[in-house]
């Protein structure tokens, strides 16, 4: 792999974690950025971490967290960090879409711009990882699907305008994985009584992680795989009503409490 210096947000858990240990392990340099602490035994790799705890939500103040040496050299950026909120839109906080957006959309935006004249200069990479959820409309899921489905248009755009500077706009649509991250789900309003059901067998971060460095490898521009949720994706883009009935049978809606009960 031609890139040797890293950007990580989200480091301290799931796929974030699992993409800085292999590339540590490959003798690449990591900053890795987490609202926790990252917890990375580097006694046996061969790279450098460095590691800042910090919140992107407030991502206006993302650029205050670098020191100008250290970031002269970054070559690849990875926008893995994630956070969702659930709830019916009658339920949801205004504040609480905000923070979605803010932790999915706009740091990675932030980022990027902060770090663009640098990304030009070393024909740099830049990777978004995506969701499904970006173009299926799940009901409790609204904050997490609009921000995610932001930062895919974020991605696409990118990628058009970036090439003409050498810089390469990854998109990963890394389907559901067994991380922390369900953890740290805010569930508000009614969907607290049955939360959410996704029934998708969830991958290893590890195995991920695997795929997004042959796609880093292979210079392409997406990681998308054939499986029943991207065909589902197609189906739902042409057969919207039927596809819209699915998900309800899907995610158990009729009896989430999505309408009151008297």
Known sequence: MRYKNFIITGAASGLGESLAR?????????????????????DNLSGNLRTIIFDLKDYEKIDQQFNENEIQNIDCLIN???????GFVDDLPLEEITRNFNVNTMAP???TKFLLP???KNKACVINVISAMATIGVPGRLAYCMSKSALQMFSNV????????????????PEVMETPFWNSVA??????????????KRKDPNDVADEVIKTINKNKSFLWRLSMTNLFVIFYGIFTRIADKIVDVICNIKDSNIIPKK
């Open 22 to 42: 292999k590339l540590l392990a490959d003798g690449k340099n990591v900053i890795g950025i987490d609202k926790d602490k990252i917890k990375i035994n580097t």
């Open 80 to 86: 893995c960090a994630g956070y969702e909120t659930a």
């Open 109 to 111: 935006i932030a980022l």
């Open 118 to 120: 640098i990304f030009k």
């Open 158 to 173: 990118t990628r058009a305008e970036f090439k003409y500077f050498g810089i390469n706009v990854i998109t990963i649509y």
């Open 187 to 200: 569930y508000f309003g009614r969907i607290q009584a049955a939360k959410m059901n996704d029934p998708r």
